[in-house]
C-alpha cells in the first residue's frame, strides 16, 4: 500500500485461543495449555492485544476487528479487546472433543467479507492452523495482500508459505533488555511525566516505517496513522496549534527532512 494512500481498509480476523495457546506453551512449556485442568478454566491475560493492533492499523485504517473463541475462559482480557475495538464472537464447542469451530467459522466470514467488501485491501490472520490454508488462496485470488500472525511454536509452516508477508507474535513485542542497575543509596529522582503526543508520534513513524521498509516515512502520512492508533488524538490538547507545530515542538522524538514531494520524518 502507498505511503499515504488511506483508501483502503484493513481486516483483522483472530483466532483467539490458538494465540493465546501458543503464547502459553511459549512461556510454560509445550502441551501446558492442551491438559484439561489448565484449558477449560479462566485464563491469564498473556497476548499483547495493543501490539497486533497497532500492526493493523499500519497497513491502513482498521474496518473490521473480529476476535473468535469461547469467552467464558477468556474474560481478563475484556478491557484490552474493548480498548482495541475488538468484536467478539462467541462460539460453544459443539461436542466432546472441546473444538470450538473458530477457524472454520473465521474462513467462512473471511471469505464472505472479501466478496462483499471491496474497500478491504489487506487481511490480517492472527492463527498458526493449515486450516487457514484454503482461504489463503481465495484472499489472494480476489487481489487482496495477506498478512498472517502466529507464535512460532504452534505455526504451521505451510499456512505461513501462503501468505504474502508472516509475522511471528514474538518479533511485534519490543524487546526489554534487562541490565543489572547498580545499587545507589542517594534520593531517588522521580521519573519525568509522560509525553503523550511525542509517545504517538514515535509509535506512528515506527510502524509505519516497518509497513514501509524504509526508516524515512512522508510527513502525510503521520497525522492518520496517529488517528489510527487514537482516534481521540487532537494536536490542540497538547498546546500544539497545528501538527507541523507539534513537529517542531517534538524534535528531540523525530528527526525530520525534506523529501522529494513531501518532507519525511524517522524516529531520533
Known amino acids: ?24 506453551e511459549t512461556k510454560y512449556g509445550e502441551g501446558v495449555y492442551a491438559k484439561q485442568d489448565n484449558r477449560f478454566k479462566v485464563q491469564e491475560p498473556l497476548v ?29 482480557y475484556r478491557d484490552a479487546l474493548l480498548q482495541a475495538s475488538v468484536e467478539l464472537i462467541q462460539l460453544f464447542p459443539p461436542g466432546a472433543s ?42 489472494k485470488a480476489a487481489g487482496r495482500t495477506l498478512i498472517g500472525i502466529g507464535t512460532k511454536r504452534n505455526t ?10 508472516f509475522r511471528f507474535y514474538e518479533s511485534l513485542l519490543e524487546a526489554e533488555s534487562v541490565e543489572p542497575v547498580p545499587e545507589d543509596t542517594s534520593p531517588a529522582i522521580p521519573a519525568p511525566p509522560v509525553n503523550r503526543a511525542a509517545e ?8 509505519l516505517a516497518e509497513s514501509k521498509g524504509d526508516a524515512w516515512v512522508n ?31 517534538l524534535a528531540d522524538a523525530v528527526e525530520l527532512r525534506k523529501g522529494d514531494v513531501d518532507h519525511q520524518l524517522r524516529v531520533r
Open 48 to 76: 499483547d492485544v495493543q501490539a497486533l493492533v497497532e500492526l493493523g492499523a499500519s497497513y491502513g485504517p482498521i474496518a473490521i476487528n473480529r476476535a473468535y473463541g469461547n469467552w467464558q475462559y477468556f474474560g481478563r
Open 98 to 139: 472441546a473444538k470450538n469451530g473458530a477457524d472454520i467459522k473465521l474462513c467462512l466470514d473471511a471469505a464472505e467479507d472479501i466478496g462483499r467488501f471491496q474497500h478491504i485491501g489487506t487481511v490480517i490472520i492472527v492463527g498458526g492452523d493449515s486450516d487457514f490454508m484454503p482461504v489463503a488462496q481465495k484472499i
Open 200 to 207: 504517538l508520534l514515535r509509535r506512528a513513524v515506527r510502524l
Open 156 to 165: 504451521n509452516k505451510h499456512w505461513a508459505k501462503s501468505c504474502h508477508e
Open 219 to 249: 510527513k502525510a502520512s503521520v497525522l492518520p496513522m496517529i488517528k489510527r492508533l487514537d482516534p481521540t488524538f487532537d494536536f490542540k490538547d497538547h498546546g500544539y496549534g497545528s501538527f507541523s507545530e507539534m513537529i517542531k515542538g
Open 1 to 24: 500500500m502507498a505511503d499515504n494512500d488511506n483508501t483502503r481498509s484493513v481486516a483483522i480476523y483472530w483466532d483467539f485461543e490458538n494465540l493465546h495457546a501458543g503464547v502459553m
